[in-house]
């Protein structure tokens, strides 16, 4: 059974640091691209980060790129998200997420259940 | 920068109706890398479709996507009770190397 699961969420101050990891499990990890998708409460999902499965290129989105790092280890399964510099805009539910152009060899897709991030004094 | 916008923002429909959802693209959409995903109240999303119109393993027949260029549709074709959910789309491409989501359409119960 696929599992995806995030941890290292929390409340932080603004400015400071944060770092999110997701363990994956059943199915073949090198296979997928990884993706950090966020939910801010009542809102729609923004795109934060993409990794590809080597781990050899990385995508940001405007808003957080410069501040946050995505990064990977295939030989633990496991997907990190380095966030620095956290202020409120940041707070959201982030995913974990496989994703989508690796849909293009796997038919599949694979979403965590999420981390709430909260930056708040 | 990729912009896509969904419409309508809300759809009333009844279980056993056609729906139809759009996504539309500020720039043509590179190599079809477009997805359609379902996310049901309280859960983390789902990914339905991908490169425009393949369906996911395991999703239902009833669901199918299409389009081309800028314009792109998610079509479900009987509505069950378990559909009524928000569906977003996302473009995925290097170029530009963005990967950004539509505001998503919400799928109500009339």
């Known amino acids: 059974q696929v599992h995806l699961v995030e941890s290292g969420g929390g409340v932080v101050q603004p400015g400071r640091s944060l770092r999110l990891s997701c363990a994956a499990s059943?199915?073949?990890?090198?296979?997928?691209?990884m993706q950090w998708v966020r939910q801010a409460r009542g809102k729609g999902l923004e795109w934060v980060a993409v990794?590809?499965?080597?781990?050899?290129?990385?995508l940001y989105a405007d808003s957080v790129r410069g501040r946050f790092t995505i990064s990977r280890d295939n030989s633990r399964n496991t997907l990190d998200l380095q966030m620095n510099s956290l202020s409120a805009e940041d707070t959201a539910v982030y995913y974990c997420?496989?994703?989508?152009?690796?849909?293009?060899?796997?038919?599949?897709?694979?979403w965590g259940q999420g981390s709430l991030v909260t930056v708040s004094s | 920068e990729i912009v896509l916008t969904q419409s309508p923002g809300t759809l009333s429909l009844s279980p056993g109706e056609r729906a139809t959802l759009s996504c539309r693209a500020s720039?043509?959409?590179?190599?079809?890398?477009l997805a359609w995903y379902q996310q049901r109240r309280g859960q983390a999303p789902r990914l339905l479709i991908y490169?425009?119109?393949r369906r996911a393993t395991g999703i239902p027949d009833r669901f199918s996507g299409s389009g081309y260029g800028t314009d792109f549709t998610l079509t479900i074709s009987r509505l069950e009770p378990e559909d009524f959910a928000v569906y977003y789309c996302?473009?995925?491409?290097?170029?530009?190397?963005?990967?950004?989501f539509g505001q998503g359409t919400k799928l109500e119960i009339k």
């Open positions: 997420a496989t994703s989508p152009r690796s849909a293009s060899s796997t038919g599949t897709g694979y």
């Open positions: 059943g199915f073949t990890f090198t296979n997928y691209g």
């Open positions: 990794i590809s499965n080597d781990g050899g290129a990385t």
């Open positions: 720039q043509s959409v590179t190599s079809n890398f």
């Open positions: 490169e425009v119109f």
């Open positions: 996302q473009h995925y491409a290097t170029s530009p190397p963005m990967y950004p």
